[in-house]
């Protein structure tokens, strides 16, 4: 298991940027896929984007171009690079793992708060 932390959210305007962080705890972070969700207000939570224990990763559509994955695994920490933001990327984001082999993630931030005025 990791505790992980998230930081970097705030309010920006439309076609501004915001870097989220994730801090985790535990000596086997490296090992963990680590993938970053949102809910928006009255919606279920989405995936956004995730990097596996070898940097291999994936986006949902309509962030591709825009956010950019990436980890460090010297200092425990992954984040999400967001550009050209959009009101509708307005939600609380949450940094989530798991362990290599297992299916679902088991292991989440609070979250932290994005906010994109138009």
């Known amino acids: 298991q990791v505790q992980l932390v998230e930081s970097g959210g705030g309010l920006v305007q439309a076609g501004g940027s915001l870097r989220l962080s994730c801090a985790a705890s535990g000596r086997t972070f490296s090992v963990y896929t680590m993938g970053w969700f949102r809910q928006a207000p009255g919606k279920e939570r989405e995936f956004v984007a995730a990097i596996s224990y070898n940097g291999g990763s994936s986006y949902t559509d309509s962030v591709k171009g825009r956010f950019t994955i990436s980890r460090d695994n010297a200092k425990n920490t992954v984040s999400l690079q967001m550009n050209n933001l959009k009101p509708e990327d307005t939600a609380v984001y949450y940094c989530?793992?798991?362990?290599?082999?297992?299916?679902?993630?088991?292991?989440w931030g609070q979250g932290t708060q994005v906010t994109v005025s138009s």
């Open positions: 989530a793992g798991r362990r290599i082999g297992v299916v679902e993630y088991d292991n």
